[in-house]
Nanobody, 124 residues
Framework: QVQLVESGGGLVQAGGSLRLSCTAS????????MAWFRQAPGKEREFVIA????????LYADSVKGRFTISRDNAKNTLYLQMNSLKPEDTAVYYC?????????????????WGQGTQVTVSS
């Protein structure tokens, strides 16, 4: 069992930055592929970015390439999302999620564990 808790969301102006964190309980964090998804009002939850269990591999949605960076500290059981050059269209609730394998990592259906989400609002 893994419990995920996100933090770091808030209100920021366009062009600004935010850093989200996701802290995991349990001793198996380092064995999980981790990802961030987001859901804007009235829209489906969408894949944003993922990182392999070791941190060696990452995958980015085209919409965030060059602006967002994912990282993890397995010693601290923590996942991070550094968001730079934020745009109003980045406004959403951001969720971290965990799954056992890299296969179909962009598909939300394969994730076993989800956090409760943290709101990110970008004003124009």
């Amino acid at each position: 069992q893994v419990q995920l808790v996100e933090s770091g969301g808030g209100l920021v102006q366009a062009g600004g930055s935010l850093r989200l964190s996701c802290t995991a309980s349990g001793r198996t964090f380092s064995s999980y592929v981790m990802a961030w998804f987001r859901q804007a009002p009235g829209k489906e939850r969408e894949f944003v970015i993922a990182i392999s269990a070791s941190g060696a591999s990452t995958l980015y949605a085209d919409s965030v390439k060059g602006r967002f960076t994912i990282s993890r500290d397995n010693a601290k059981n923590t996942l991070y999302l550094q968001m730079n050059s934020l745009k109003p269209e980045d406004t959403a609730v951001y969720y971290c999620a965990a799954r056992p394998s890299w296969t179909s990592v962009t598909t939300k259906g394969g994730y076993n564990y989800w956090g409760q989400g943290t709101q990110v609002t970008v004003s124009s």
